[in-house]
């Protein structure tokens, strides 16, 4: 009789086995699965990590367009501190942009913002130096001069 019982038990012990394998080959079928998708997604994000690394290296290394008015963005901070390097008051700079006084006082307080015309100028004063300032204001007076006596 003890025979038969540890027959029966090594069989139910078996059986048991078997339907846990069967069980268990599923999950790890499908754990697999996940594990192949999740490395090819880490892939995937490492690839494009890159690329935006290099896209923005790309940004910063390219010359910035100082005549274009569309890709040129404006600071009041520094608009201010180039007035302040050219040594010129904000009417004095306003001629120079073309501007009244008023409009560079308003940008610097951050009122108003240039528009895209008004920017591009702005950008082309950024590359000029204190005596070529001052020569391009004598020359504007000079003309404005010219133009009321006439």
């Known amino acids: 009789m003890a025979n038969l019982g ?4 090594s069989e139910i012990t078996r059986l048991a086995r078997r ?7 599923q999950v790890r079928k499908a754990s697999s699965t996940y594990r192949r998708d999740i490395a090819a997604l880490k892939r995937q994000v490492a690839l494009l990590s890159r690329q935006v690394k290099a ?12 005549t274009e008015g ?16 050219l040594g010129l008051s904000a ?3 306003a001629k120079l942009a073309g501007v009244s006084g008023q409009s ?13 015309a008004q920017r591009a100028v702005l ?8 005596r070529e300032a001052h020569a391009r204001l004598e ?12």
């Open 104 to 116: 560079v006082h308003n940008w610097e307080s951050r009122k108003t913002t240039p528009g895209a």
């Open 91 to 93: 009417e004095s700079f």
């Open 139 to 150: 020359r504007i007076a000079l003309a404005s001069h010219k133009g009321k006596k006439r």
């Open 70 to 85: 569309t890709g040129t963005r404006f600071v009041a901070k520094g608009l201010k501190s180039l007035r302040a390097r």
């Open 55 to 66: 896209a923005s290296v790309d940004r910063r290394s390219a010359p910035k367009k100082a």
């Open 19 to 25: 339907e846990v394998k069967a069980q268990t080959q």
């Open 123 to 130: 950008a082309s004063l950024r590359s000029l130096g204190k």
């Open 6 to 9: 540890l027959i029966l038990k």
